[in-house]
């Protein structure tokens, strides 16, 4: 794997703007989310800037768009401020594949990793030493806080790239704060030479037990690389619509090209302030890839994951096509998924 030197890359906040609801009664809930988004502002070193955007137009549809100029109705909108439902998608929730045979697809794969959490840097210098997980793929990346080495010691090992965000926070509802952190790292992402010669554009969380062979099978059939396209991959009990989750992101290199134009991000993936407190990165992109006029394609074949419905106590599979399974906290388990995978007969 090569390594590639820390990419310096402009981070534009997303605004609040006057039609973004605030609610005359605010929660301790809202208070708190409040309280996080602006512990995110600061630590990102940034200041909103509160002007007024081009707004672009749109035909009347039966539920609520949800996009520069959107009225923001109470189909969408809870009352701390927080849209929920399939309406931010706008009418059409996500799409059929519909794509052509492709012999080959080159995978750009990443992670994101925290020093303070240990067991994340020690899952990911273990797969790099057996050459498991993302680094499988054509293109392997791993971005963090800090610039350690993944084999402390060994020269040739390669080096995190820095990303030189704070550390995300947790939002009251449990989850991590990191979408400012993501926005980071896509763009690093784009000044990677790599990244032009690649197809497609894989996340992966450390604790994920990623099988890339089973991610290129699946890419045999899918839209060309330069169309904007990504996947949702959830169908969760608690969520009743598909959503992307975090711990596998796939998009195309048309669709991160297109993020990676900031006025076009900062004028249609704005966020209420109570949303910007509480957003993790897979809320956030999969609202913004939306917007800047991604097309949501749905496989539920990608992702086994227990927020998504899986019941973990059923193990991982050799015989079955999902390319990720997660969470998988330590080593030891991680390992014994990963095997299980593994075909030996």
């Given at each position: 794997m090569e390594v590639v030197s820390d990419v310096e890359a402009e981070l534009l906040p997303l605004e609040h703007t006057a039609d973004s609801p605030v609610p005359g009664h605010r929660s301790r809930r809202a208070i708190a989310a409040l309280v996080f988004a602006l512990v995110a502002f600061v630590g990102a070193g940034y200041i909103s800037e509160f002007r007024p955007r081009h707004a672009r137009s749109h035909p009347s549809e039966s539920v609520v768009l949800i996009t520069s100029n959107a009225t923001l109705g109470t189909k969408s909108v809870g009352m701390d401020g927080i849209r929920w439902g399939p309406e931010v998608f706008g009418k059409t929730l996500y799409e059929d594949v519909n794509g052509t045979q492709h012999s080959s697809t080159k995978l750009f794969c990443y992670t994101v990793v925290t020093s303070a959490y240990g067991l994340e840097l020690e899952l990911i210098r273990y797969q790099w030493r057996h050459g498991m997980g993302i680094f499988q793929c054509d293109t392997a990346r791993v971005y963090g806080d800090l610039p350690l080495s993944l084999q402390p010691g060994n020269a040739s090992a390669p080096v995190i790239v820095q990303h030189k965000m704070p550390p995300s926070v947790r939002a009251i509802e449990g989850w991590f704060v990191n979408w400012s952190i993501f926005i980071k790292v896509l763009d690093m992402v784009v000044k990677d030479p790599a990244f032009q010669h690649s197809d497609v554009i894989v996340k992966a969380d450390p604790d994920a037990v990623l099988v890339a062979p089973r991610l290129r099978v699946a890419l045999t059939t899918r839209r060309a690389a330069d169309e904007e396209w990504y996947f949702a991959n959830c169908e969760s009990p608690f969520i009743k619509y598909p959503t992307m989750q975090g711990p596998l992101e796939i998009f195309s290199k048309g669709m991160v090209q297109r993020f990676s134009n900031v006025s076009a991000r900062t004028a249609d993936c704005r966020m209420t302030l109570a949303e910007q407190g509480m957003a993790?990165?897979?809320?956030?992109?999969?609202?913004?890839?939306?917007?800047?006029?991604?097309?949501?394609?749905?496989?539920?074949?990608?992702?086994?994951?227990?927020?998504c419905g899986w019941n973990q106590s059923a193990g991982c599979s050799a015989h079955e096509p999902y390319v990720v399974y997660h969470p998988f906290k330590d080593v030891a388990s991680w390992e014994v998924c990963w095997n299980s995978t593994l075909d030996t007969n």
């Open positions: 993790g990165e897979d809320m956030f992109l999969d609202r913004c890839m939306t917007w800047i006029g991604g097309h949501r394609l749905f496989n539920s074949s990608l992702l086994r994951d227990t927020f």
